[in-house]
């Protein structure tokens, strides 16, 4: 039974997914649910141990990673299982996998050999450090890679030590790039008729994000520093006290200097010659901080809030994730949508953030359970009745 598609962007690409635990399952994620024939391949159970890489497959992870995808079971480690995928990847449009680089070249389906049997194949790969180079082999893992990209060193208190930040900014980043790869080659290939090798890194993916951070180093050789709340830069930027909590303001710039020193009612601090320029503002970051703090307490984070965004301050509240997605402006979004199970529960995910007026993204299915689509699969790839049991009997289902 074809699985209902989450848009009608991708429709005409079928996705071949032999991803596990993040990135790759991000990276996937992202076709289908642009409405990508996305057929998640999965180690048959009886070959398992454990609970799954990731995490338990009812829990939040898992289920938020894997919608809108059909599951099948496959033994890639024995011949008959191969040669069903390597059957499989004749008729598709991509592959997606997140194996230690050597793995595809073990079990033969690396590019090189991909491309024999289909030369409009795109072969997208994710590793921690790199398809090559001294550190080809490591096991990647988004904490190394954010201490590794530099992103540690620049996040929590000065001088607190390195601080990891709060989600795997280096998974999620390598799989929305492995993505955006993915559609770049899938455009090249109606004009050349070919696919190709798209592989991005964690290290990479991490490193790329530093962005002005890395650029501070590579053109001016400044080792940026831990600056907690504070922006680098832009000054006032930071965290607030109020009298129930705290706000962030963001300010940048003499205009917005100014706008602030007004809606905290301290006129005279405009032209004082601590703080009158931005590198005035700058050295004397801590004092300027704590003569804000000293006005900000005095009200609620609702009623700054009001204050600073009449004045054109930008200024926000700093919410827990319940908070934050009880919010009215975040309900209005729409981002987090639900979708029905086949037992009736309701299961609720985070929708994709982008828009498109004429082919827009849902949540069309919930995560599938192990094998479930697997008869339905190998029939539409021109399985027979008796190659499924032939498979079944050789244990690669």
């Not at 710039?253 to 601090?269: D, K, N, S, Y």
Request: a neutral charge; glycine letters at 10%.
């Amino acid at each position: 039974m074809p699985l209902p598609r989450a848009s009608q962007a991708l429709t005409r690409f079928t996705v071949l997914d032999l991803t596990r635990v993040r990135s790759g399952p991000t990276a996937v994620r992202q076709l289908a649910d642009w409405g990508a024939n996305v057929i998640k391949i999965e180690t048959p159970e009886h070959l398992e141990s454990g609970e799954p890489p990731g995490g338990l497959r009812e829990g939040p992870d898992f289920q938020n990673l894997h919608r809108n995808k059909r599951s099948i079971t496959l033994n890639l480690k024995s011949p008959e299982g191969l040669a069903a995928f390597r059957r499989l990847a004749a008729r598709a449009d991509v592959v997606v996998e997140n194996f230690r680089p050597d793995v595809k070249q073990r079990l033969g389906i690396d590019y090189a050999e991909l491309r024999k049997i289909n030369k409009g194949i795109v072969l997208a790969s994710i590793s921690g450090f790199g398809q090559d180079g001294p550190y080809r082999e490591r096991p990647g893992f988004d904490q190394i890679a954010q201490g590794m990209g530099g992103l540690m060193s620049i996040t929590g208190l000065p001088g607190q030590g390195p601080v990891r930040v709060g989600i795997p900014v280096a998974d999620l980043t390598a799989g929305l790039f492995c993505a955006l790869g993915v559609m770049v080659a899938l455009l090249e290939r109606e004009q050349s008729g070919e696919g190709q090798w798209v592989s991005t890194s964690l290290l990479q993916a991490q490193i790329f994000m530093l962005d002005f951070q890395a650029a501070r180093w590579l053109m001016s050789h400044e080792v940026p520093k831990q600056a907690g709340n504070n922006h680098p830069t832009s000054i006032p930027t930071g965290v607030f006290k109020t009298s129930d909590g705290h706000i962030n303001i963001a300010a940048t710039g003499g205009v917005m200097w100014e706008r602030v020193c007004q809606a905290i009612g301290t006129p005279e601090l405009i032209n004082h010659p601590d703080y009158a320029t931005n590198a005035a503002r700058s050295k004397n970051r801590d004092v300027l901080n704590a003569e804000i703090d000293k006005r900000t307490a005095t009200k609620t984070s609702a009623e700054w809030i009001d204050i600073f965004n009449k004045t054109g301050v930008p200024c926000g509240p700093i919410y827990t994730i319940d908070q934050m997605f009880a919010d009215p402006q975040v309900k209005h979004l729409g981002i987090a949508q639900g979708v029905d199970k086949a037992d009736g529960s309701r299961l609720n995910v985070v929708g994709q953030p982008i828009a498109l007026s004429r082919t827009p993204s849902r949540i069309a299915a919930p995560p599938p359970e192990l094998g479930q689509h697997t008869e339905d699969v190998l029939k539409e790839f021109g399985f027979s009745a008796g190659e499924i049991a032939a498979l079944r009997t050789a244990k690669a289902l």
